[in-house]
């Protein structure tokens, strides 16, 4: 039996839906610089071994060597995981009864819209790559920040004392 004045309207619910999408962005990050370093370092490794990267070949879809599937999923991961975890994160933000829930959730969708933007940006300005780079770190800390706040909040919330219910007369 709940105590008087406790949640039962699946608060906890939705935070734990909140934390989940934030360590899945979070997550997501991880997986992207794995991703990329291992296709960048498959590349490299090619190149030495003789091989070109050109042109012809990225538009051909022929490479073959160690670590070309990095670059698709880096692709995949940062162009629709993260996104749609982020986009998933701030509705859910409109249910979590938590201060600040909304506005972290808002933050970290724009770093993402930011960092979506500098990565198909790249090709054209060489040097967003120091941006991108960094942001991503961004991204990282605000998600785990984030999960982390909600988790929080919830064990300082179930100490909480309950509002007596007093009737003046």
Known sequence: MPRPGARTDGGNIMRKVYAVLAWIVAGGVVV?????AFGFGGMSGYV???GVVDKALIESR???FIGVLGFPIHAMVGGTVIPLAAFLLLVVSFFVKVRGAR???????GVIALQITLGYSISD?????LIHGANA??????AVYAALRISRSKRVGAEEPAAPDVVKA
């Open 62 to 64: 022929q490479a073959d």
């Open 125 to 129: 300005m060489p040097y967003l790559g």
């Open 103 to 109: 506005m972290w959730a808002a933050i970290l969708f």
């Open 137 to 142: 770190l961004a991204v990282l800390l605000i």
């Open 48 to 50: 030495q071994d003789g």
């Open 32 to 36: 992207q610089a794995a991703s990329i």
